[in-house]
T-cell receptor, first 113, second 119 residues
Framework: AQSVTQLGSHVSVSEGALVLLRCNYS??????LFWYVQYPNQGLQLLLK??????LVKGINGFEAEFKKSETSFHLTKPSAHMSDAAEYFC???????????FGAGTTVTVRA | NAGVTQTPKFQVLKTGQSMTLQCAQD?????MYWYRQDPGMGLRLIYY???????DKGEVPNGYNVSRLNKREFSLRLESAAPSQTSVYFC??????????????????FGPGTRLTVL
């Protein structure tokens, strides 16, 4: 069974500052890992995914995440925050042979002008 | 392509009433899912259908039933709604394994959600 922990339910950053969202997972096998973004009153949209290829994964809107097996982490970063990055972000994990995803509780990002 | 569509977008029910949430996808995906989203709890899986003709319970199935009507459509039914079922409901779908046997990465594609209030 797999599980996900997102550290920090709320993150506030200034426009232009680094965005760092933390995600740690537990899995009995090498996992697939995902970051989704949810804008207000919308569904979830895939930002990026790790599926056992390159450990540094680039996604949409300038986001990237690094898979670190030794730390069981998959933290999401963006060098320079934009007002449009204000949203809720979810980390998710799946065993490769599993039909299901397990989601973290989510982190809400606010961006200050 | 519309992707994953859900109806209705909003619904208000009284305790004890029943209703069905509809979901359809036009991506020829094998697997479909129903989640509920509650503040601070992320998304929790209610039921899923790995392929047409099969359904399985997820993490929080009590009080719900599902029907995989065909490959495109997967409905969620509340037989007797309770205030604890007030939530936002999302449907999702996922494609099948690639020709080489490797999964496409298991990512799921989500609908816009149904906001349900039970009074």
């Amino acid at each position: 069974a797999q599980s996900v922990t997102q550290l920090g339910s709320h993150v506030s950053v200034s426009e232009g500052a680094l965005v760092l969202l933390r995600c740690n997972y537990s899995s009995s096998v090498p996992p697939y890992l995902f970051w989704y973004v949810q804008y207000p009153n919308q569904g979830l949209q895939l930002l990026l995914k790790y599926t056992s290829a390159a450990t540094l994964v680039k996604g949409i809107n300038g986001f990237e995440a690094e898979f670190k097996k030794s730390e069981t982490s998959f933290h999401l970063t963006k060098p320079s925050a934009h007002m449009s990055d204000a949203a809720e972000y979810f980390c998710a994990v799946s065993d490769p042979d599993d039909y299901k995803l397990s989601f973290g509780a989510g982190t809400t990002v606010t961006v200050r002008a | 392509n519309a992707g994953v569509t859900q109806t209705p977008k909003f619904q208000v029910l009284k305790t004890g009433q029943s209703m069905t949430l509809q979901c359809a996808q036009d991506m020829n995906h094998n697997s479909m899912y129903w989640y509920r989203q509650d503040p601070g709890m992320g998304l929790r899986l209610i039921y899923y259908s790995a392929s047409e003709g099969t359904t399985d319970k997820g993490e929080v199935p009590n009080g719900y039933n599902v029907s995989r009507l065909n490959k495109r459509e997967f409905s969620l039914r509340l037989e007797s709604a309770a205030p604890s079922q007030t939530s936002v409901y999302f449907c999702a779908s996922r494609g099948q394994p690639g020709l080489a046997g490797a999964f496409y990465g298991n990512e799921q594609f989500f609908g816009p959600g149904t906001r349900l209030t039970v009074l």
